[in-house]
């Protein structure tokens, strides 16, 4: 993954947090990362979001320091340490709005082969009144997505 | 019996990851509570193909 990055990535104790900083026209803008339990143990979600002034975290709004790309390398990278310390743990995450997962999904789309080389993927969808999770394509749009770190590489 | 082999982190990147104490006041805390109960919704009725 060549894209830029922000070199100054810091993490809490257990690797559950994580938070760096955002450079650019707005300032310097706080980034936080946050992996948390859900309803399955074995499935953490994604979060990260801007810190505003007042303490609360927002993760809707854009920061308006035009660096997208950086900030989503940044928060890759967040992933792989997440996943080198708790490598039988699946991530679910999903964009905060329709384009924002779209987003995710053209992300993944340009660095597909290396983090085939270090994840599995599944892209998550509807279907009737439950959620199907299948092998990502990617020409497919999906809801969110799931990725497992290999803990197996096989060379050919 | 062979040692198992550590993986890397952000280093695999090229990002070097500090510990930051301050953080741990966060553990514990649900930072994006929309988030996690979108998260809820689909981890609890998900299937795998």
Request: overall charge positive.
């Amino acid at each position: 993954m060549n894209y830029e990055k922000y070199a100054a990535l810091s993490k809490s104790d257990d690797a559950l947090e994580f938070k760096f900083n955002s450079t650019g026209p707005k300032g310097e803008i706080c980034i936080v990362v946050q992996f948390t339990e859900t309803s399955d143990p074995d499935i953490f979600n994604l979060g990260f979001g801007n810190l505003l002034q007042n303490g609360e975290l927002d993760d809707i709004v854009k920061n308006g320091n035009q660096d997208r790309d950086k900030i989503l390398a940044t928060v890759a990278a967040a992933v792989y340490e997440f996943s080198a310390q708790y490598p039988d743990k699946l991530i679910f995450f999903s964009g905060s709005s329709p384009s924002r997962t779209r987003l995710y999904r053209m992300a993944i789309n340009i660095h597909y082969e290396t983090l085939m080389n270090d994840y599995e993927i599944y892209g998550v969808n509807r279907l009737d009144n439950a959620y199907l999770a299948e092998p990502f394509r990617k020409t497919v749009n999906y809801m969110g997505f799931v990725v497992k770190r290999k803990t197996i590489k096989f060379v050919i | 019996m062979k040692a198992k082999k550590k993986l890397k982190g952000a280093a695999l990147l090229g990002v070097k990851v500090t510990h930051d104490k301050s953080l741990n006041k966060l553990s514990g805390k649900v930072l994006f509570p929309e988030k996690l109960k979108e998260a809820n919704k689909v981890v609890g009725n998900l299937k795998w193909s």
